[in-house]
């Protein structure tokens, strides 16, 4: 692939005297011309194509390379695809940003394979950042030889004075340099605390390594986010998005000063992917009082949705179910804090959805579902109908009765398919075999006519959208036991998946209209790949990459073959 340009937008228009018909028919040149491409568009009308012409950030034309060769001018970018898929660009409608941009920024330690590595990527971080606390990790130290944690020792003297907390990868032990453990107030004398442990050596030294609760002694003195330490970790975020095609990102939780970095990001105009953000449902009068409604602002940045929260997770036993946990009998999950009082939640929600704000509430266990849903039907009852695309984030598990009210609700369905294919290793133990049916079912949800988002709940699952359609087109679970698919079927087609990633986001942000399809009129946000995912083996397609990202008919990010 290769493009060139020249060095002015040239507008070639015709110029006529009042009234007067011109000698040439009026035209504009296209910014940037996309040939020999093998388009899909997503738009019904015009199902496949090979050229696409852009003007601004605005696709003007989308048809054969002799139709679109006619948008060519002197300034035009020309972007020759050599016959590869163009896709719409992808819109994750569910991460966590400013999280995933952080988590790009800290230590990797997954395959450090001995003490000796672990120690020379700590030294090489603190020798390139003195001062900044060292965070992450995912060091395994049953890979090293001995098979021994490490110890505080063998990182302080290249280390010196930059605080070192990093967490084993089962994120319950983790270790602390002597700069961490000093400014956490930790020594011989501090004693374990309730359901943690500080590991201590022959002379009843502390080691480093900190068990579970001990944890939260250095994880309370660990600084907020800087501003800059803000901006920088969004600014990983977009070039991470940008090198594999995410062009929209739907940013749950967002937080204030979040929402202060995308603004002056968006201001200098260095968003390279479009933000719908949706601050906690708690905090929902800070938008109602300015008479934000779901999706204001730009093109760029948006507002106007809320995120809240009824159950937890089921890895960790808190998603609400209707019957116990077949692994823990004593339980069936709670709900959330929030939702605990759920004449409390039905109020608030109430009141935002009569604000004009967008709910977009997460709930995994089938009653956290359904409790959602009855919500949700009281909110129609006492604010009428209107197209307010009621969202559960999530809904894993649904129980068989309510699909049906899912649809008469309208409510969308954001899921993450990677997460079936890493919880799938172990849901049926944890809920049985009947439950496991209607677990994750995609499949299920489209059969009932009900909307579905893609997304990854990044830094949950990874923000690479090829490894989430490889999830929903083949539900192989991570620990290759289920390579023809977990609960197959559920599986949805290729096509599916994608529509779901493109169109189907962009319909749960209200913006269907904008974009979600290569057609003419909408925001030129696209993406060229390395392989044609329609007719490549399902199993390849965690393997392609991303050849070409467009956002506002900006090529920000390219990659060779
Ligand atoms: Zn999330």
Known sequence: MHSRSSRNAALALCVAAAGAACSRPARLAADLVVTHANVWTGDAARPSAAAVAVVGDRIVDVGSADDVERWRGPATTVVDAGGRRLLPGFNDAHVHFVEGGRQLENVDLKDAGSAAEFARRIAERARTRPGQWILG??????????????????????????????????????????????????????????????????????????????????????????????????????????????????????????????????????????????????????????????????????????????????????????????????????????????????????????????????????????????????????????????????????????????????????????????????VEKRIGHDRIKSTYAFR????????????????????DPMLTLYAAATRATLDGRNPDGWLPEQKLTIVEAVSAYTIGSAFAEFQEREKGTIARGKLADMVILSDDIFSIPPASIKDVKVLATIVGGRIVHQRNP
């Not at 039907?377 to 894993?396: C, K, L, M, P």
């Not at 299920?444 to 923000?463: E, N």
């Open 444 to 463: 299920t949800l489209l059969d009932h006519h009900v909307t579905l988002a893609l997304g990854t709940d990044w830094t949950v699952a990874p923000l």
């Open 137 to 426: 990790g995912e060091w395994d130290d049953q890979r090293w030889s001995p098979a021994e944690p490490p110890t505080r020792a063998l990182v302080d003297d290249r280390t010196n004075g930059t605080p070192v907390f990093v967490t084993r990868y089962d994120l319950h032990m983790a270790l602390a340099n002597s700069a961490a453990l000093g400014r956490a107030g930790i020594t011989e004398r501090t004693e374990n605390p309730p359901g943690g442990e500080i590991v201590r050596d022959a002379r009843g030294m502390p080691t480093g390594v900190l068990k579970d609760a001990a944890m939260d002694l250095v994880r309370r003195v660990i600084p907020q986010m800087t501003a800059d330490e803000r901006m920088h970790a969004v600014r990983r975020a977009l070039e991470h998005a940008a090198s594999l095609g995410v062009t929209s990102v739907q940013d749950m939780n967002a937080s204030y000063d979040d929402l202060a970095v995308y603004a002056e990001l968006g201001n200098r105009g260095e968003l390279t992917a479009r933000i719908y953000a949706a601050p906690l449902a708690t905090g929902w009068y800070d938008q109602a009082k300015l008479g934000i409604r779901r999706s204001f602002g730009s093109p760029w940045l948006r507002i106007g949705a809320i995120k809240g929260f009824a159950d937890g997770s089921l890895g960790s036993t808190t998603a609400f179910l209707f019957e116990p946990y077949a692994d823990a009998p004593a339980t069936r999950g709670m709900l959330s804090d929030e939702m605990r009082d759920v004449s409390q939640m039905r109020n608030r929600l109430m009141a935002a959805d009569h604000a004009g704000l967008q709910l977009c509430i997460h709930a995994v266990g089938d009653a956290a579902v359904s409790q959602v849903l009855d919500v949700f039907g009281a909110i129609v009852q006492a604010n009428g109908e209107r197209d307010r695309r009621f969202r559960i984030e999530h809904a894993q598990h649904v129980a068989p009765k309510d699909f049906d009210r899912f649809a008469e609700l309208r409510t969308i369905a954001s899921v993450q398919p990677y997460q079936a294919i890493d919880d799938g290793r172990w």
